[in-house]
Nanobody
């Protein structure tokens, strides 16, 4: 099982980034997938998730700014992040999504830094 996140970086407040997560080693299409994030010194929380039927979940803090999507043909899940804020600074991980369970991290994550 492998999940490889990419697309992080340094961006100014108000900017945008698109994260990608390439999955392999399991049947991607039958899993709900999500993006969790960890702020330095704090716990890991779900930012967004997408179910196998396309329904989506967004934490209140990112609702209206982030958009999650998936491409089952490419075994990839994406997170489009717009209107970024300094408080979005975190390491972002993709993982199988279970809203009421702690994220089980399989990848190395990608660092997003929002700063002027």
């Amino acid at each position: 099982v492998q999940l490889v996140e990419s697309g992080g970086g340094l961006v100014q407040p108000g900017g945008s980034l698109r994260l990608s997560c390439a999955a392999s080693g399991f049947t991607f299409s039958v899993y709900s997938m999500g993006w969790a994030r960890q702020v330095p010194g704090k716990g890991l929380d779900w930012a967004s998730g997408i179910y196998t039927d396309g329904r989506t979940y967004y934490a209140d803090s990112v609702k209206g700014r982030f958009t999650i999507s998936r491409d089952n043909a490419k075994n990839t899940v994406y997170l489009q992040m717009n209107s970024l804020k300094p408080e979005d600074t975190a390491v972002y991980y993709c993982a199988p999504f279970q809203l009421h369970a702690d994220p089980q991290i399989w990848g190395q994550g990608t660092l997003v830094t929002v700063s002027s």
